[in-house]
């Protein structure tokens, strides 16, 4: 007869980490082609269309340079690392978080409540890995994703949705017609 334990590992839950990690390179990947598309959309917006609602039109010189070349020879506005920690910061610590309160609920109440740390580090262990080695393994990991998402913070190659050179701009109005 199988155990009850069988059914209800708590190594589910850490693969779910691991298969989260995987999905969070694939979107740190995806996100840097969404910077390289904003990019060029954002040419055309302020160098093109912007210019084209001002009279009189005069878009600025370098604009069609920078987009061709961009066209022709891509290049990502933002590198990997801050991709990666973008994408971190702003939707995976979350998950990451649930999934270690699911954890430790899993490890602390079922199949009955804990009451020593030592049972808690018994019950962590998966297979012939002892609970110790999987809690140092989970809290390195942790620490890891956090010293990323600090270290990442200050990354500011991309420009996002709004260039630099525009935060600025002062609101133009349009002339008045001479009477």
Known sequence: ????????????????????TLFLFIEARRYRYY??????VRLI?????????IPPFKPRAEWSDKLAKSLLVPRFPISAWEAFGRRLRRNYLWIYMVL???????LSL????????????????????????VMLIVGLVYLTLI??????????????????????LRQVEPKQPSE
């Open 1 to 20: 007869m199988a155990s009850s334990d069988q059914y209800t590992n708590h190594s589910i839950i850490i693969l779910n980490s691991v298969l989260i």
């Open 35 to 40: 910077e390289l598309w904003s990019y060029r």
């Open 45 to 53: 917006e302020t160098d093109f269309y912007a210019a084209m609602l």
């Open 100 to 106: 270690l309160l699911a954890w430790i609920a899993k």
């Open 110 to 133: 079922y199949p009955t409540p804990i009451g020593t740390w030592g049972e808690l580090v018994q019950r962590a262990h998966i297979g012939i890995i002892p609970g110790v080695s």
């Open 147 to 168: 010293v990323i998402a600090i270290v990442t913070l200050r990354l500011r190659a991309a420009s996002g949705e709004i260039l630099p050179r525009h935060e600025n």
